[in-house]
């Protein structure tokens, strides 16, 4: 209960998480309901009369192939948001290890992660996305496009975080937490861990919002899952057959719609948990 | 019985600066600094100076925090660096910690049970909730604090004082032989002060616990300690009772601090006297640091002489005490600067 | 309060200050309808421990208060009839440091570390409108560092280049550039060596005497404040408790708060008495009711807990808010 009921709190203190949890939940609950109300076998090619504007019957249209758009966009948009998901998640779990141990013990491992980050962080994502996609062999699925791109992911977060432990790592009650005979691993889980939640969260709502782009745009690139209609296929699709200048934009506009809803409403997420975060918000009452 | 703790001729170097273009610049922060604290008679010592002085370093390296650049620490006979994990964990229990600052000591994700439930834990000092939760209770309640008002909260929610004595109650829950105090009352508002040292003063005379007391405040010092060691930019000046030294200072140095006190007293000088201003000029003392073989006061002393160019010993100036002087240089010196034999020939 | 004291004309006239807080829990009356004059070149010590409201009262001064705080009332009229806390942002600026200046506590409020001393004072004097070349504003530059006792070299130094008893006489020397006519200075020497506080104090009581300003120090240590005060205002929980000359403070205290803090100074001459005040500090989001100390009153009576007691003169110049003096003080005028 005590939970919940800081979670209303940050709610109310942040508008802009507020907003952007609104837009956010719009669209997971669009993907999550959305099979409930529409015919996802529509989503198939030749399911129904293809270049249809959009109309009562097809609120968004249907595209060259036969493909009614609200069933594509229902299909795919749990999709992509999975692919966010997981690459967010592995590429922050990733982050918090080697975050926190780098920030914590220092010495050797850190000047070595550190290292490795900072090069690898100069080299441009989308062209080492595009190698690691243009080789695999095999059948690109949803799964294996979230590894790809969680490849990147880790390295951000790993910089933040470690960032953020050197800070805390000095304070007194850290030094307490030693003198009562605490691991260094409790020390981290216990101490330090807990008291970085909203910014932890607020790098993980980064991490999906990034993961969630690059793989649009790989899949804009042609490198995504073929048989899947996730929200980036769909814009490949739109582009391959030249939806722009045969006026199809119902074809095109519609996913970046929802591309920028997704966007827009992570990224409040992400800052109205870093303004939470901020210790300077924190009104000592 | 080997003793608690003792620091034998501990010294700490830093050293900042350097890299590709600067060269490494040495700060000594603590020269020549010896203690013994006994393990069977409890003893109340403050360590007292100013900021740069080297107490809180002192304190660092008694708690094992930091290791000494030269000389060594040992407890209970045995070298702090070196001990096992059981020993360490003795070790742990056996010396406490109150820090300066009540309000930095608590993980603010916690209620304030959270400090005083980990090192139950961490130590296995309860059978069971209950047994540790009387344990709390008898503990707050000994540093005058009703559980029922403490407990279940967060630390913003209670004052300065109240952190602090919680602290206290921490540390008595370890039942430990020696608690290091590192400026205890110094962010707390000056009528909770006296409480607090009222606390400690109770631990050290009904619970038979030692004390290494630091501060820069010698009024504080003289109301709880029995002995007290006054530091001067990582040296030793004076040493000695607390009733003697305050009251009769016998280092230029202790003088001056005593003086510059101002006092309850309307009616005294302090601050039409004219002071002959030699330059307290805390970044040329700074500068000095580096240069150890003279007398570190010398610069800012009425009475300096050709021989404060070289170190002064510790001279015995009187019956258990001792200034770094050569005012005193008629004395013997103390031995290997060892100051508990000192204190304990009152 | 208005009439002189030691033969001196009255500089600024408090009256009816209050500063609140706005909070979720409710609205904290940080400073709680205060009433004080201040003479003309006189040294006065503002007493009270955290939460008393004695920064908040000087912040309210220098109109320095920020969300969630307000001035919710009160007027601060000086001998020309201005009033400090009705002037528009524009006029603010012109009081601040004319007339009214700060010496803050710590060097970092107030110095910029990236800009050299001589330099910053110099922009700070043409921000408040100091006109004149550059050698002619350097000059005086130089001038005031000597008077607060640094070297002129002290000019072309950072900040950071200073050691702490420097910095703070920098503050200083920025402080009574424009000869303001009060200089209200906030713990000043709290981070401060003994030693150097002595020196920065009486560098600070002979600027002051020279320049016939009128100090009002603000802080906890009560040694310090005998020492250096002339009359000293006790603060309690954001009200005003008690007032008088200092040496009617120290030897004869009215106000039982002001008795309990004077008799807890740790001091040479007891050891092992510990006396401090009992009971908890006050919480301004719900404050007992009556009178605000009255729960940790040795001397409370029922009457305590009903009525709010007001700053009444005692005897000449001392004043007290409590109802055991209300009673007497009633009784003598009637």
């Known amino acids: 209960m005590q939970r919940l009921s800081q979670i209303s709190y940050y709610l109310r203190e942040s508008p802009m998480l507020a907003a952007g949890f609104i837009m956010v939940s719009i669209i997971v609950l669009f993907g999550l309901l959305g099979p409930l109300f529409v015919d996802t076998s529509l989503a198939q090619p030749l399911s129904t009369t293809p270049r249809m504007e959009p109309s009562w019957e097809h609120p968004f249209g249907t595209d060259d192939s036969g493909r009614d758009l609200l069933s594509v966009m229902v299909v795919g948009v749990p999709l992509t948001l999975r692919i966010g998901l997981l690459a967010g998640a592995v590429g922050l779990g990733l982050g918090i290890v080697l975050g926190f141990t780098s920030g914590y013990l220092g010495g050797r491992f850190d000047v070595v992660t550190r290292g490795i980050v900072d090069t690898l962080l100069t080299v441009p994502g989308l062209v080492v996305l595009v190698s690691i996609a243009s080789t695999i062999r095999e059948e690109i699925s949803v799964n294996i496009m979230a590894l790809v791109v969680a490849s990147l992911a880790w390295m951000w977060p790993t910089r933040v975080i470690r960032s953020q432990v050197l800070s805390m790592r000095e304070r007194a009650y850290v030094q307490m937490a030693k003198l009562n005979g605490m691991s260094t691993a409790e020390i981290i889980w216990k101490e330090l861990f807990p008291n970085l939640l909203p910014y932890l969260a607020a790098q993980f709502a980064n991490a999906v919002n990034w993961a969630i782009l690059s793989s649009i745009g790989l899949e804009a690139l042609g490198l995504g899952p073929q048989n899947d209609p996730t929200v980036g296929m769909t814009i490949y699709w739109a582009i391959t057959f030249s939806a722009l200048i045969r006026g199809m934009w119902w074809w095109w506009a519609i996913p970046i719609a929802f591309i920028g809803l997704i966007f827009v409403g992570l990224l409040m997420i992400a800052v109205g948990l870093d303004e939470l975060a901020n210790p300077k918000q924190r009104k000592a009452v | 019985m080997p003793p608690l703790l003792e620091a034998r001729h501990i010294r700490k170097v830093f050293s900042s600066g350097g890299g590709l273009f600067a060269e490494d610049k040495e700060t000594v922060a603590v020269e020549d600094f010896t203690l013994t604290i006994d393990a069977d008679k409890p003893s109340f010592t403050t360590i007292a100076g100013e900021s740069g002085s080297g107490k809180t370093t002192i304190a660092r390296m008694l708690l094992g925090v930091i290791p000494p650049s030269e000389g060594e620490v040992l407890y209970a006979g045995r070298s702090i660096g070196q001990l096992e994990k059981d020993e360490m964990r003795s070790f742990r229990q056996d010396v406490q910690a109150i820090f300066q600052d009540p309000f930095e000591v608590y993980n603010p994700f916690y209620k304030v049970d959270h400090i005083l439930t980990t090192p139950i834990e961490k130590f296995g000092l309860a059978s069971s909730k209950s047994d540790a939760r009387e344990q709390i209770d008898a503990a707050l309640r000994t540093v005058g604090l009703r559980p029922e008002e403490t407990l279940g909260r967060y630390p913003h929610q209670l004052s300065g004082g109240q952190r602090q004595r919680i602290t206290i109650a921490r540390a008595l829950l370890l039942k430990p032989k020696l608690i290091i105090a590192d400026e205890p009352v110094s962010m707390v508002d000056a009528s909770l002060r006296a409480t607090i040292l009222s606390s400690l003063h109770k631990l050290y005379r009904e619970f038979d616990i030692s004390f290494v007391y630091i501060t820069h405040d010698l009024t504080t010092a003289y109301q709880v300690s029995e002995n007290i060691v006054v530091l001067y930019h990582g040296t030793v000046a004076e040493a000695g009772g607390v009733e003697q030294v305050i009251k009769d200072p016998h280092h230029p140095y202790t003088r001056e601090l005593i003086q510059s006190i101002p006092v309850p007293d309307p009616g005294s000088a302090w601050i039409e006297e004219e002071i002959e201003e030699k330059e307290v000029d805390e970044s040329s003392a700074a500068a000095s640091m580096q240069g150890w073989s003279m007398c570190r006061y010398a610069p800012r002393c009425p009475h300096a002489m050709d021989k404060c160019s070289t170190r002064p010993p510790l001279f015995r100036s009187g019956a258990g005490r001792a200034a770094a002087c050569f005012l005193y240089d008629e004395q013997e010196p103390v031995e290997e600067g060892n100051l508990t034999q000192l204190f304990s020939e009152k | ?334």
């Open chain 3, 1 to 334: 309060m208005s009439e002189s004291v030691n033969n001196r004309e009255p500089l600024l006239d408090i009256s009816g200050l209050e500063v609140h807080f706005e909070t979720r829990r409710g609205i904290a009356r940080a400073v709680n309808e205060v009433d004080l004059t201040l003479y003309k070149g006189e040294r006065f010590g503002l007493v009270g421990e955290s939460g008393s409201g004695k920064t908040t009262m000087i912040l309210a001064l220098l109109r320095m208060i920020k969300t969630p705080g307000f001035i919710a009332g009160g007027k601060a009229v000086f001998d020309d009839g201005t009033d400090l806390l009705a002037l528009d942002a524009e006029q603010v600026r012109q009081t601040r440091l004319k007339r009214v200046a700060m010496v803050p506590q710590g060097a970092m409020n107030s110095l910029n570390p990236v800009i050299r001393i001589g330099e910053q004072m110099m922009l700070t004097m043409r921000e408040h409108g100091e006109e004149g070349e550059r050698d002619e504003l350097m000059a005086r530059v130089v001038g005031l560092l000597e008077k607060v006792g640094l070297k002129p070299e002290a000019a072309s130094l950072y900040p950071h280049e200073l050691s702490g008893g420097m910095k703070q006489r920098a503050c200083i020397a920025q402080a009574i550039c424009l000869n303001p006519q009060l200089i209200l200075a906030d713990e000043p020497t709290s981070a401060l060596d003994v030693v150097v506080q002595r020196q920065i104090m009486q560098t600070l009581r002979q600027l002051q005497i020279g320049l016939d300003a009128t100090v009002l120090l603000v802080g906890h240590d009560m040694g310090l404040m005998a020492q250096f005060a002339e009359r000293v205002g006790i603060m309690y929980g954001g009200k005003l408790v008690e007032v008088g000359t200092v040496s009617d403070i120290f030897r004869n205290p009215q106000h039982p708060y002001t008795q309990l803090l004077i008799s807890s100074i740790p001091s040479f001459e007891t050891r092992g008495d510990f006396k401090g005040i009992p009971g908890v500090a006050l919480s301004l989001l719900d404050p007992p009711s009556g009178c605000l100390f009255h729960p940790r009153c040795p001397k409370a009576t029922d009457a305590c807990a009903q009525r709010e007691p007001t700053l009444k003169e005692v005897s000449s110049g001392q004043w007290a808010s409590c109802l055991l003096h209300e009673e007497e003080h009633d009784a003598t005028a009637s």
